[in-house]
């Protein structure tokens, strides 16, 4: 098969490369991709935005499965481009149409959906800049701290958690009236804090079928200890430890079945991933969000450990027809840490020279935000590389993850030294 992955970071680096260990992948392309792509895949000069070129470049080259990567071609409809043109219906597309999207593209219709079919998720209430004084008011009568988010996409960086009310009434004011995540904050959900722990799931379905992914826990916060800016996300672990069967089988039967029903009995045609974020309240699964493609940098301790054919999974999901396959996963723990150049979130530079890559032996060096100039490679984006371990302990994950972090070496590196270690400290107390 012939294979096209649409996106440019850490997660299309990991797509690429396991669906390269596929004896039926041929031909495969990343587009736009990175410097680390180029090495596994050729990559293809193609804007994401831009559907035409897309489907030309498709039919060209006989792409038999178009992998959408990232959030905003699919919400832009990207599967409906394809769908409404006679020469492309039939060509495999791994991701939702428009409407399905909107799960992602905008949380007033994701906290809609959740309350419609009895999905478990937080209190909230959404409000414009035409009622933002009912907003004001409303926030008297929250507890604090509370949780602000634009509907729209704000590449992982529009919710704001307020730990009293004037802080949170000055958030509301910045985000709908000064435009703060620009149209992303023209509305905002007001959302009831849950305090837990927070995990990931990731289904894969057909729209009728699916497989439960390995979960994941993720670090958004740019700072040790989960203080500071929210970015991208800063590492992940996987599997974890308080995901036992019992949690997970609540997940799947107060979450993932509800949800894929609700797909349904709205007509929404719905084959790729779901990514649902949750938070774990004394046992219990509660939604925070939808994401309608796989997480990153959770891909990159997701597929690490998935032992099946990628190809296989991927490809049945697109065609309707995951209930003729299997899902084999790895026992072995997968850790990611993610090298962020200096001052990410916020202003960074680029193009700093990369060194010790090739020093790096083993883990697995996962190229983001990375383009080569002759012979070096430089850094090209905030989130710049991620470094993923595996063992058969978290502990020895990690040490693989770190070590290889300290190969590595730009001017401004950064990353967090404290990936996994509220996990291990939970798995100390169970043992206690």
Known sequence: MNILILGSGGREFTLAWKIGESDKCDKLFVA????????????????????????????????DLVVVGPEDPLVNGIRDHFEADTNLKEIAILGPGKVGAQLEGSKDFSKSFMEKYGVPTAK????????????????????????????????????????????????????????????????????????????????????????LLPEAKDYKRIGEGDTGLNTGGMGAVSPVSFANTDFINKVKSKVVEPTIAGLKKENIDYKGFIFIGLMNVDGEPYVIEYNARMGDPETQVVFPRIESDVLDLLYASATGNLKNTELKVSDKVATTVVLVAGG??????????????????????????????????????GR?????GQGTTLEEALKRS???????????????????????????????
């Open 32 to 63: 736009p991709g990175n410097a680390g792509t180029a090495q596994i895949a050729h990559n293809v000069a193609l804007q994401l935005s831009d559907f035409e070129a897309i489907g030309k470049f498709v039919l060209d080259e006989k792409i």
């Open 124 to 211: 909230s209430k959404t409000f414009t800049a035409a009622d933002i004084e009912e907003g004001l008011s409303y926030l008297d009568t929250c507890n604090t701290p509370i949780v602000l988010k634009a509907d729209g996409l704000a590449a992982g960086k529009g919710v704001i958690i307020s730990e009293s009310k004037d802080d949170a009434k000055a958030a509301l004011r910045s985000m709908l009236l000064d435009k703060q995540f620009g149209e992303a904050s023209s509305k905002v959900l007001i959302e009831e804090f849950l305090k837990g722990i927070e995990l990931s799931v990731f289904v894969l379905t057909d729209g009728t079928d699916y497989v």
């Open 344 to 381: 990410y979130p916020e202003g960074y530079e680029k193009g700093k020279e990369i060194n010790g890559l090739g020093d790096v032996t083993d883990a697995l060096v996962i190229h983001a935000g990375t383009k080569q100039e002759g012979y070096k490679f430089v850094t090209n984006g």
């Open 384 to 388: 710049v590389l991620a470094i993923t």
């Open 402 to 432: 770190y070590y290889g972090a300290q190969c590595i070496s730009w001017d401004g590196l950064y990353y967090r030294t404290d990936i996994g270690k509220d996990i291990l400290a939970l798995q100390l107390n169970q043992l206690k």
